[in-house]
């Protein structure tokens, strides 16, 4: 299951990168033919796999991110990687950063290894006392 671990996160980074370089060609590459990505605005929006690959050509962009806290649990065929991040997004001249909660489902095909199906990316409530409350409930502690 490390190697697992390992590898899935290595592919998150090389997605962000990708997406920070504006690299549409690797993206593709990474993401499954119908990935979807919610965002969590208010309302949360759906960007499909061309919507997205075309967002990023008319200035939707990640110019900065920086993982924090990295979980990957590997399902079968799929994985789930989890991470706290610190992002800088561009629409044109919107910018939109802060700390942000990453999800990813990376599936296992055949022919191609691992591809990214989801990704939702939602702003972390600042209220640490949210996390320590949380982290009291933890029954492994």
């Known amino acids: 299951m490390a190697a697992?671990?390992?590898e899935?996160?290595?592919?998150?980074?090389?997605?962000?990168?990708?997406?920070?370089?504006?690299?549409?060609?690797?993206?593709?590459k990474l993401t499954h033919r119908d990935f979807m990505m919610l965002v969590g605005?208010?309302?949360?929006?759906?960007?499909?796999?061309?919507?997205?690959?075309?967002?990023?050509?008319r200035g939707f962009a990640c110019t900065r991110f920086t993982f924090r806290?990295?979980?990957?649990?590997g399902h079968g065929k799929s994985?789930?990687?989890?991470?706290?991040?610190?992002l800088e997004l561009a629409f044109g001249s919107k910018v939109w950063s802060g700390g942000f909660l990453v999800t990813d489902?990376?599936?296992?095909?055949?022919?191609g290894g691992w591809k990214l199906t989801e990704r939702s990316l939602a702003r972390l409530d600042g209220d640490d006392s949210i996390a320590v409350a949380i982290s009291r409930l933890q029954l492994w502690k």
């Open 8 to 28: 899935i996160e290595a592919l998150a980074l090389s997605a962000m990168r990708a997406w920070v370089a504006g690299d549409a060609k690797a993206i593709k």
């Open 41 to 57: 605005s208010t309302p949360p929006q759906l960007l499909d796999r061309p919507s997205f690959l075309a967002a990023m050509e």
């Open 69 to 73: 806290e990295v979980i990957v649990r």
């Open 4 to 6: 697992t671990e390992a």
């Open 105 to 111: 489902l990376w599936r296992k095909g055949a022919i």
């Open 79 to 86: 994985a789930w990687f989890v991470a706290g991040a610190e």
